[in-house]
T-cell receptor
Framework: AQSVTQPDIHITVSEGASLELRCNYS??????LFWYVQSPGQGLQLLLK??????LVQGIKGFEAEFKRSQSSFNLRKPSVHWSDAAEYFC???????????FGTGTRLTVIP | DAGVTQSPTHLIKTRGQQVTLRCSPK?????VSWYQQALGQGPQFIFQ???????QRGNFPDRFSGHQFPNYSSELNVNALLLGDSALYLC?????????????FGSGTRLTVV
C-alpha cells in the first residue's frame, strides 16, 4: 500500500535557524518523491522532486532534500529559515506511469523572530 | 501566463444539495486532476481527466463525478452533499506525458456543507 508519513504535525523554529522536516514513505515500486509548500489560502507549490540519480536534490527557495532508500525517507532541509518560510509543507509519493500522488498529512512550520 | 484558475473561491451548501466546481488549466496543459483536502489533512486524489474522459479514479464514491471540455477546462460535481464533503478542492493541471509529475495547482475552492 502506498502511504506517506510526516511525523511532525507542527514545528517552530527561530528565524535563521536550520530546519529539517521528516518524511517516510511506503510505495510498492520505485518511488518518485516530492515536497510541496502551501501558504494559507493558496494552492500547492512544488519545492523539489526526486526521480532518480543523485540522492541529494536541490529545490527552490534554498530547500534541499535527501532520498534514503534504506530508511524509506525523503527529509526536507534548509540551512537558514526565513520568516517567509512559514507555511504548511507536504511530502508526496508517486511512481512511474502513475497519474496521481499520495500526500502526507503535512507539517506546519512556524517561524519566530 | 495564467496559471490554474478555480471558481468559485468559496462556497456554502446545504446537506443533500449538489455542487459544481470549475477549473481552467494552465495554458498548454491538457490534463486535469482533482484533489480533496480536508481540514488538517493532505490532498487526496479524486480523479484525473484527459481527452474528455476519466483516466484514473481514486477511492471516492460515485457521488463525485467530473467532466472535461474540449478546451481542457474541467468541472467537478458532487451530488447529495454530506457534511464530510466540506473541504478544500484543488485542481491540478499537467501535460499528459508528465502524469502527476508536472502538476500546477490552483488555489482551490473552499466548500462548506452545513
Amino acid at each position: 500500500a502506498q502511504s506517506v508519513t510526516q511525523p511532525d504535525i507542527h514545528i517552530t523554529v527561530s528565524e535563521g535557524a536550520s530546519l529539517e522536516l521528516r518524511c517516510n514513505y511506503s510505495y510498492g515500486a520505485t518511488p518518485y518523491l516530492f515536497w510541496y509548500v502551501q501558504s494559507p489560502g493558496q494552492g500547492l507549490q512544488l519545492l523539489l522532486k526526486y526521480f532518480s540519480g543523485d540522492t541529494l536534490v536541490q529545490g527552490i527557495k534554498g530547500f534541499e532534500a535527501e532520498f534514503k532508500r534504506s530508511q524509506s525517507s525523503f527529509n526536507l532541509r534548509k540551512p537558514s529559515v526565513h520568516w517567509s518560510d512559514a507555511a504548511e509543507y507536504f511530502c508526496a509519493v508517486g511512481g512511474a506511469g502513475a497519474n496521481n500522488l499520495f500526500f502526507g498529512t503535512g507539517t506546519r512550520l512556524t517561524v519566530i523572530p | 501566463d495564467a496559471g490554474v484558475t478555480q471558481s468559485p473561491t468559496h462556497l456554502i451548501k446545504t446537506r443533500g444539495q449538489q455542487v459544481t466546481l470549475r477549473c481552467s488549466p494552465k495554458s498548454g496543459h491538457d490534463t486535469v486532476s482533482w484533489y480533496q483536502q480536508a481540514l488538517g489533512q493532505g490532498p487526496q486524489f479524486i480523479f484525473q481527466y484527459y481527452e474528455e474522459e476519466e483516466r484514473q479514479r481514486g477511492n471516492f464514491p460515485d457521488r463525485f463525478s467530473g467532466h472535461q471540455f474540449p478546451n481542457y477546462s474541467s468541472e467537478l460535481n458532487v451530488n447529495a452533499l454530506l457534511l464530510g464533503d466540506s473541504a478544500l478542492y484543488l485542481c491540478a493541471s499537467s501535460l499528459s506525458r508528465q502524469g502527476g509529475y508536472g502538476y500546477t495547482f490552483g488555489s482551490g475552492t473552499r466548500l462548506t456543507v452545513v
